[in-house]
């Protein structure tokens, strides 16, 4: 699963305090250095952390600096601490569990769940009569039964992306071994280990006594706890900003050529602007930034996401913001520019299956329109569902359904229309435009939540070969036929195809609103404006601001004009539910439009 990030224009620029701008330390042999410090200043240190550190490396970096030192100490990895692989496969199981494309979150976890018990309990006495320096490293090193014997904590971070590289790569090291394992399942860890972590990673937070960026081993960045927590502090009044992620597909577009320089990215099937799995830049005044998860910025739960979603779907990043390339310079069929038919489930559906909180809810905007522009969604009026089910499953997306156009109703796309998609909607982009999506995130993890049903019976994409040599997409025909609502086209016609009318007009500007159904979760706003438009989220709404018109956009609070971002078109930014009053102003006085996307409660 390949992925591209992108961070131009991606830097969150925040001011903190001189002190903790120069508390900072960049670079892997100062880092080093400052562990090695407190190991022989304070005795007994952790070195915990997420997936995909090498802790290994760092470990044996420190012990050469305190070898050269001639400083005696002994390490310990926290590997060790674990049952056995075979008792970590059953503890795994029921989440894990025989479902071949999805699994069951692990609600109530912890780490120290899968530890050996007398082994924690032997290095808990052993650490308490540690006559030299030592270091526990890997994650779980701190978990609370061991905690109070260490005189430092350094938490270790890594971004979710490259955390998925290294596990697609097969490179990643899970919980109790010391290489990294070739027969992992991705299902392991994103509905057990992921949940495990990252309830230590906020236990951790609160309990660090340093946070270091960790993704490259040679190039370490490090904050004392005072300095991470004031930056964390100060991010969450500001405007967000996210690196936006593409990934290439058999669908695949080139409009991303025109609009970025993505080394590497042959074809996009579509960027990620906005998600729980995404990641941030912040640039805090030191000579260098720090890049870590956005979910980090779930310590303030309500000021980011608002009361509500806090106390009803906590940690939850609730938004995704998808950027659908759909740009071909010549004309091509539609197996080729078209999305898989699929669909999304709803909230009952996610968590009766896999315990997830909240269901997919899904909406197309059209941002670019080219000749043929289109959206496949719903069945035509008059065709035989049962025999469109039929043959999904006797093709199972290995031989073509070579009438399957009978059967999916065809929509023609503009630039700003706008698609409602809720749960057990068959649909899918269907090429000639480029979509931007706003739909709601079920995971936390940013498990993706699509039911295929047909792909055209055609080959993927082959990274590795830039061309469409890949194995057929598999289907997940028992959940989308499971889950299917069967809307025929009158229904969408009727009330999936959203209408917009002006809610507000002013001689700056003015907005409008989509219409909604009473399932879908959220609202969508549009403001348009020569210079500057405001808006407000009552101290209430996370809002994802997008701007689809115009250049450049300044989001600014209008009672600290310092609480500012600035975003490109299409680009987006992430206002906290606690960020009030604000206003958009267009950076070079041309007319712009923003769409507002946000949770109605």
């Known amino acids: 699963m390949p992925l591209y990030e992108d961070k131009h224009n991606a830097e969150n620029v925040i001011r903190i305090s001189k002190e903790s701008r120069e508390s900072a330390v960049f670079g892997t042999d100062k880092v080093v250095e400052l562990i090695a410090d407190e190991m022989q200043a304070a005795g007994v240190v952790a070195l915990d952390g997420w997936y995909g550190v090498d802790y290994q490396e ?28 075979e008792e970590l496969a059953k503890y795994k199981q029921p989440y894990v569990t025989e479902d071949p494309g999805f699994g069951y979150v692990n609600d109530s976890g912890m780490i120290s769940d899968i530890m050996d018990a007398d082994a924690w309990k032997a290095l808990y006495d052993k650490l308490g009569q540690a006559q030299k320096p030592a270091m526990v490293y890997g994650p779980g090193a701190a978990v609370p039964e061991l905690k109070s014997r260490y005189n430092r904590i350094f938490y270790l971070d890594i971004t979710m992306q490259r955390l998925e590289l290294k596990m697609w790569e097969g490179e990643l090291i899970p919980f109790g071994c010391t290489k990294p394992a070739q027969s992992y399942n991705w299902k392991e860890y994103h509905y057990n280990d992921f949940y495990l972590l990252y309830r230590h990673k906020k236990y951790m937070l609160t309990q660090m006594d340093y946070f270091v960026e960790a993704f490259d081993t040679e190039d370490l960045k490090l904050l004392p706890r005072p300095a991470y927590d004031e930056m964390i502090n100060t991010a969450v009044k500001y405007p967000i900003k996210q690196v936006q992620i593409f990934q290439p597909g058999p669908w695949g577009a080139y409009r991303h050529k025109d609009l970025w320089e993505i080394e590497g990215l042959e074809i ?24 870590f998860p956005l979910i980090n910025l779930l310590q303030y739960n309500r000021e980011v996401t608002g009361d509500y979603m806090a106390e009803n779907y906590p940690d939850l990043w609730p938004l995704d913001i998808w950027l659908d390339d759909g740009y071909f310079p ?19 559906y996610v968590k009766q299956h896999f315990n997830e909180p909240l269901g997919r809810y899904e909406t197309y905007y059209i941002a670019e329109a080219y000749e043929g522009a289109n959206t496949w969604m719903g069945f035509k009026d008059n065709c035989d569902l049962e025999e469109f089910e039929n043959k999904c499953y006797e093709s199972n997306n290995l031989e073509p ?3 399957w156009k ?50 055209f019976a055609r080959p993927s994409w082959d990274d590795e070969k830039k061309t469409m040599t890949g194995k057929p997409l598999k289907m997940h025909l028992e959940h989308a036929f499971d889950n299917e609502h069967w809307r025929r086209a ?16 002013t001689k700056e500007y003015w907005m409008d609103k989509f219409s909604s159904l009473p399932e879908m979760p959220f609202d969508i706003e549009r403001i348009y404006f020569d210079k500057r438009g405001e808006y407000t989220t009552a101290g209430r709404h996370l809002q994802m601001i997008t701007l689809t018109v115009g250049h450049n956009v300044t989001i600014r609070s209008k009672t600290n004009p310092e609480l500012c971002a600035s975003i490109e078109r299409l680009q987006c930014a992430a206002v906290p539910a ?15 439009t923003c769409v507002i996307f946000y949770m109605k409660k």
């Not at 760092?58 to 692989?85: M, P």
């Not at 996009?268 to 990641?279: C, D, L, Q």
């Open 401 to 403: 359904i070579e009438n």
């Open 490 to 505: 009158g229904y969408v016609q009727e009330n999936l195809r959203a209408r917009a009318e002006v809610s507000l007009w």
């Open 268 to 291: 996009s099937a579509w960027n990620k602007m906005s998600g729980p799995e995404m990641s941030v830049v912040i640039d805090f005044g030191a000579e260098r930034t720090l890049n």
């Open 578 to 592: 606690y960020f009030g009053d604000y206003e958009m102003i267009s950076e070079d006085g041309c007319f712009c």
């Open 330 to 348: 010549d004309r091509q069929p539609a197996e080729r520019i078209s999305m898989p038919i699929h669909n999304h489930p709803g909230s009952r």
């Open 406 to 455: 009978d059967y999916i109703a065809n929509w023609k796309s503009n630039v700003g229309d706008l698609y409602l998609i809720p749960p057990g909607t068959a649909h899918g982009h269907g090429g000639n435009q480029m979509v931007l999506e706003m739909d709601t995130s079920p995971s936390i993890a940013g498990t993706e939540y699509s039911f295929f049903q047909y792909d």
């Open 58 to 85: 760092i470990a044996e970096k420190v012990h050469l600096e305190l070898e050269r030192r001639g400083a005696d100490c002994e390490f310990v990895d926290a590997s060790t601490l674990y049952i056995t692989q």
